[in-house]
């Protein structure tokens, strides 16, 4: 019987039925459903890491130990895990491992909008690619199968529309193969000497590889009506040229990425009049064709930024395609928003209020740069702002240091914000550091993290606690406010700034949504004592509006957090 | 059979994701192919949010692109009017008449358009609106909106009212089966 998976469960899926036995992930979307599914199987060990590339080690050790090991990640959170990739490239495996990478074109929820596909070149790992669930689950197996027959880990590219899409899939049983641990010094000590040994290994690897990519099953030819045109196509693209064309002209799909099969590309290009080249983001397939001197069309004809579609690829070959009606009528946007009772929104209405500079860093709090709030000045990667504030700080001279913040959510500040704060602490800035610790990795969809006390299965476990921390790297003002606590926030932030030493300040309240967290009886307006000042209004609540010149609020939304009861000066807002 | 379109359109956390299952539920029964495209991450945080969902003998693009959608469900007035481009021509709109003002309306930069319905319908778009949001009250949460309008596009699909219960059946816990049963039938009642 077939089932609806999504591209994400269905990768879980794969992991559990090549037997694979230990999972290390850091969340990030539109990678995270793989490690929340696999958890779900008990034969599989699934863990948080802190951040992406301890877990790429710590699958990188299990593989080491004869386990088949994975660990996913989202495209900038193989940055992060960059430094191990390109090593373990050198050492190859021992059992098989697999390393998940979800791009995400559009930047559906990224800062950037990468193309992953570049990693496996520069690291010589081999890289598949699934176009719906069915193949997710079928490459998952493969690149086990693929990592142990060439010693080498192997990258599961995957990308939104194949991750967070649902499609058919067939499942199968679980088969289990345990190595032995080997000592293996020339292989795994990774010092010159033995490095310069490995390079050839890897060379000759991918030469290998090249080959097995010529007769890959999932390099596939699909053949064609007419050979006017041909195509060459990977991931979620090889669905919209079908989308588009079906069987008229003949497709390579090529399902392994890198390397590539040269033979089969030239066949094919020599079997068409025209050849195009149809991926997403950058001409990654294209560059390595024009670079066999076979002529071809990509980037020329289809765009290089955003995620492709089927009307997309229609224009680019002016092939027809119906057009709907669009209202002739201003459409205000619908931004995302944090949500009411957000325990962030008291703390960025205290730093607009006091005009600060603030630099932000990656997660919901990166809501705060939105309007009415607006109370953010840049937002880079994980971890940014607390190594940024260290450098505007210390080459001013500390000139704006009574008036700069950097702010971190409690994950993003285990993940890369730690490293930043013993920076700040070694090399002695007067840096005001706000973590905002709401108890849960928020963005991602809830998923544990090491301040939270529970670990993934959902089991309570060691909790780190941020305040002995921050005092053990040798920060000596450690403040915690609650920031549904506007007067407090204040005097806090404000008696923090002008200290003469590097602070942190705790901003510590649960998630609104966190389902343990209680939440009080909506808040009533007395539109007797409301003068439609809209003070009410400058938090950006969604459950705030002004209805008839006075405060309305909407009781489904409103959790009585009290924050803009502490804005009204007229007492118009009260407890039920 | 030819690809079947529904686009399900709203603001995260209006239950998109749930209906989405539930029609992926109902059309496997019948052994179609299925796509369905979710939006997780950040632009669930009360933003505009768009669910794909295509169905037929052989479906594959997972996305809805401009022209293409036979049936836009929208969970909010503001978002049918966002997406009718989607809406291919003989389409139809079914639309809860609720209206949520997103943050540009709150803090007044920008306004809610006014008569969209008629708007919609003088541009020359099918529209089916309806108040769902008081529905789902009657059967005894607003929160079971997204079911009272599954019920409602239940009428423009062959598929028997066994066959769409048993699929709810298999999308919601047990507790809330009855409530989402009652707000199945007021929608296709409505």
Same mark, same amino acid.
């Given at each position: 019987?077939?089932?609806?998976?999504?591209?994400?469960?269905?990768?879980?899926?794969?992991?559990?039925?090549?037997?694979?036995?230990?999972?290390?992930?850091?969340?990030?979307?539109?990678?995270?459903?793989?490690?929340?599914?696999?958890?779900?199987?008990?034969?599989?060990?699934?863990?948080?890491?802190?951040?992406?590339?301890?877990?790429?080690?710590?699958?990188?050790?299990?593989?080491?130990?004869?386990?088949?090991?994975?660990?996913?990640?989202?495209?900038?959170?193989?940055?992060?895990?960059?430094?191990?990739?390109?090593?373990?490239?050198?050492?190859?495996?021992?059992?098989?491992?697999?390393?998940?990478?979800?791009?995400?074109?559009?930047?559906?929820?990224?800062?950037?909008?990468?193309?992953?596909?570049?990693?496996?070149?520069?690291?010589?790992?081999?890289?598949?690619?699934?176009?719906?669930?069915?193949?997710?689950?079928?490459?998952? @197996?493969?690149?086990?199968?693929?990592?142990?027959?060439?010693?080498?880990?192997?990258?599961?590219?995957?990308?939104?529309?194949?991750?967070?899409?649902?499609?058919?899939?067939?499942?199968?049983?679980?088969?289990?193969?345990?190595?032995?641990?080997?000592? &293996?010094?020339?292989?795994?000590?990774?010092?010159?000497?033995?490095?310069?040994?490995?390079?050839?290994?890897?060379?000759?690897?991918?030469?290998?590889?090249?080959?097995?990519?010529?007769?890959?099953?999932?390099?596939?030819?699909?053949?064609?009506?007419?050979?006017?045109?041909?195509?060459?196509?990977?991931?979620?693209?090889?669905?919209?040229?079908?989308?588009?064309?079906?069987?008229?002209?003949?497709?390579?799909?090529?399902?392994?990425?890198?390397?590539?099969?040269?033979?089969?590309?030239?066949?094919?290009?020599?079997?068409?009049?025209?050849?195009?080249?149809?991926?997403?983001?950058?001409?990654?397939?294209?560059?390595?064709?024009?670079?066999?001197?076979?002529?071809?069309?990509?980037?020329?004809?289809?765009?290089?930024?955003?995620?492709?579609?089927?009307?997309?690829?229609?224009?680019?070959?002016?092939?027809?395609?119906?057009?709907?009606?669009?209202?002739?009528?201003?459409?205000?946007?619908?931004?995302?928003?944090?949500?009411?009772?957000?325990?962030?929104?008291?703390?960025?209405?205290?730093?607009?209020?006091?005009?600060?500079?603030?630099?932000?860093?990656?997660?919901?709090?990166?809501?705060?740069?939105?309007?009415?709030?607006?109370?953010?000045?840049?937002?880079?990667?994980?971890?940014?702002?607390?190594?940024?504030?260290?450098?505007?700080?210390?080459?001013?001279?500390?000139?704006?240091?009574?008036?700069?913040?950097?702010?971190?959510? &409690?994950?993003?500040?285990?993940?890369?914000?730690?490293?930043?704060?013993?920076?700040?602490?070694?090399?002695?800035?007067?840096?005001?550091?706000?973590?905002?610790?709401?108890?849960?990795?928020?963005?991602?969809?809830?998923?544990?993290?090491?301040?939270?006390?529970?670990?993934?299965?959902? &089991?309570?476990?060691?909790?780190?606690?941020?305040?002995?921390?921050?005092?053990?790297?040798?920060?000596?003002?450690?403040?915690?406010?609650?920031?549904?606590?506007?007067?407090?926030?204040?005097?806090?932030?404000?008696?923090?700034?002008?200290?003469?030493?590097?602070?942190?300040?705790?901003?510590?309240?649960?998630?609104?949504?966190? @389902?343990?967290?209680?939440?009080?009886?909506?808040?009533?307006?007395?539109?007797?004592?409301?003068?439609?000042?809209?003070?009410?209004?400058?938090?950006?609540?969604?459950?705030?509006?002004?209805? &008839?010149?006075?405060?309305?609020?909407?009781?489904?939304?409103?959790?009585?957090?009290?924050?803009?009861?502490?804005?009204?000066?007229?007492?118009?807002? @009260?407890?039920? | 059979?030819?690809?079947?379109?529904?686009?399900?359109?709203?603001?995260?956390?209006?239950?998109?994701?749930?209906?989405?299952?539930?029609?992926?539920?109902?059309?496997?029964?019948?052994?179609?192919?299925? %796509?369905?495209?979710?939006?997780?991450?950040?632009?669930?945080?009360?933003?505009?949010?768009?669910?794909?969902?295509?169905?037929?003998? %052989?479906?594959?693009?997972?996305?809805?692109? %401009?022209?293409?959608?036979?049936?836009?469900?929208?969970?909010? /007035?503001?978002?049918?009017?966002?997406?009718?481009?989607?809406?291919?021509?003989?389409?139809?709109?079914?639309?809860?008449?609720?209206?949520?003002?997103?943050?540009?309306?709150?803090?007044?930069?920008?306004?809610?358009?006014?008569?969209?319905?008629?708007?919609?319908?003088?541009?020359?778009?099918?529209?089916?609106?309806?108040?769902? /949001?008081? /529905?789902?009250?009657?059967?005894?949460?607003?929160?079971?909106?997204?079911?009272?309008?599954?019920?409602?596009?239940?009428?423009?699909?062959?598929?028997?009212?066994?066959?769409?219960?048993?699929?709810?059946?298999?999308?919601?816990?047990? %507790?809330?089966?009855?409530?989402?049963?009652?707000?199945?039938?007021?929608?296709?009642?409505?």
């Amino acid at each position: 019987m077939k089932q609806l998976m999504l591209g994400n469960e269905a990768v879980a899926r794969g992991l559990y039925e090549a037997g694979c036995m230990f999972v290390s992930s850091y969340p990030g979307t539109p990678s995270t459903e793989i490690t929340e599914a696999v958890a779900k199987y008990p034969e599989v060990y699934a863990e948080w890491a802190p951040n992406e590339k301890v877990a790429m080690e710590a699958a990188f050790g299990a593989s080491l130990a004869g386990r088949r090991s994975f660990c996913a990640m989202k495209h900038v959170g193989l940055n992060v895990a960059a430094d191990p990739l390109f090593t373990i490239s050198y050492t190859g495996v021992n059992a098989g491992m697999v390393i998940g990478v979800a791009d995400d074109a559009g930047m559906h929820s990224s800062q950037n909008e990468q193309d992953s596909r570049h990693y496996a070149r520069s690291s010589k790992i081999p890289m598949l690619e699934p176009s719906d669930s069915a193949e997710a689950l079928e490459y998952a @197996k493969l690149a086990y199968e693929l990592s142990e027959q060439f010693d080498t880990p192997v990258l599961l590219k995957m990308c939104t529309r194949v991750s967070h899409s649902q499609s058919l899939v067939e499942l199968g049983d679980r088969t289990e193969k345990l190595k032995e641990y080997v000592r &293996d010094v020339p292989k795994y000590v990774m010092m010159p000497g033995f490095a310069k040994k490995r390079h050839p290994v890897v060379e000759a690897r991918t030469a290998a590889l090249t080959e097995y990519a010529e007769t890959a099953p999932i390099n596939r030819l699909e053949p064609g009506r007419s050979n006017k045109y041909g195509f060459i196509t990977d991931s979620t693209c090889y669905q919209y040229v079908k989308e588009i064309c079906g069987d008229e002209y003949p497709v390579l799909k090529l399902g392994m990425v890198w390397p590539m099969p040269e033979k089969k590309i030239q066949d094919f290009a020599a079997s068409v009049e025209k050849l195009f080249v149809v991926e997403e983001l950058d001409g990654f397939i294209e560059a390595h064709v024009k670079f066999m001197s076979i002529p071809c069309s990509g980037k020329d004809t289809f765009p290089l930024i955003d995620e492709l579609s089927q009307n997309k690829i229609a224009e680019a070959l002016h092939v027809p395609f119906e057009q709907g009606i669009r209202l002739e009528e201003t459409i205000p946007p619908r931004p995302p928003v944090m949500c009411a009772g957000c325990p962030h929104r008291g703390l960025f209405y205290t730093l607009k209020k006091n005009k600060l500079t603030v630099l932000g860093d990656i997660g919901c709090y990166t809501l705060g740069a939105a309007a009415p709030l607006a109370a953010v000045d840049s937002v880079i990667c994980m971890g940014a702002s607390v190594s940024g504030i260290h450098g505007f700080s210390k080459s001013q001279n500390g000139a704006m240091d009574n008036r700069t913040v950097a702010v971190i959510g &409690d994950s993003t500040f285990m993940h890369s914000g730690i490293t930043g704060l013993v920076n700040i602490a070694y090399n002695e800035s007067n840096a005001t550091v706000i973590i905002v610790d709401n108890s849960i990795t928020g963005m991602t969809g809830h998923q544990q993290n090491p301040t939270t006390g529970f670990n993934l299965k959902g &089991d309570p476990c060691a909790k780190i606690d941020l305040e002995t921390l921050c005092r053990a790297v040798g920060i000596k003002r450690v403040r915690v406010i609650d920031p549904y606590d506007l007067k407090q926030c204040d005097e806090v932030i404000k008696e923090e700034l002008s200290a003469n030493e590097p602070s942190v300040i705790i901003s510590r309240r649960p998630c609104a949504l966190l @389902k343990y967290v209680k939440h009080k009886a909506p808040l009533q307006v007395d539109t007797d004592k409301c003068v439609s000042c809209k003070a009410c209004m400058k938090i950006g609540c969604p459950a705030i509006s002004i209805a &008839d010149g006075k405060a309305k609020i909407d009781a489904t939304q409103c959790v009585g957090c009290g924050v803009c009861q502490q804005l009204c000066k007229f007492g118009a807002l @009260k407890e039920d | 059979m030819k690809t079947k379109n529904i686009m399900i359109v709203g603001v995260g956390g209006q239950g998109s994701l749930l209906a989405s299952k539930l029609l992926g539920r109902l059309f496997l029964t019948r052994g179609y192919d299925i %796509k369905v495209s979710e939006v997780h991450g950040m632009s669930q945080r009360g933003g505009s949010v768009v669910t794909f969902v295509r169905f037929g003998s %052989k479906v594959y693009s997972p996305i809805i692109d %401009k022209g293409e959608a036979d049936y836009i469900v929208s969970f909010e /007035l503001l978002e049918a009017a966002r997406w009718t481009e989607y809406l291919k021509p003989g389409g139809k709109i079914i639309v809860n008449t609720q209206q949520i003002n997103p943050m540009p309306v709150v803090i007044g930069t920008a306004e809610y358009p006014e008569d969209l319905v008629a708007k919609m319908e003088a541009a020359g778009l099918a529209v089916d609106a309806f108040d769902a /949001l008081t /529905l789902a009250e009657q059967a005894g949460s607003a929160k079971a909106v997204n079911i009272v309008l599954m019920g409602h596009l239940s009428r423009n699909f062959d598929f028997t009212e066994e066959e769409w219960l048993d699929a709810i059946a298999q999308s919601v816990p047990p %507790k809330f089966l009855e409530l989402n049963k009652t707000a199945f039938l007021l929608g296709r009642n409505a």
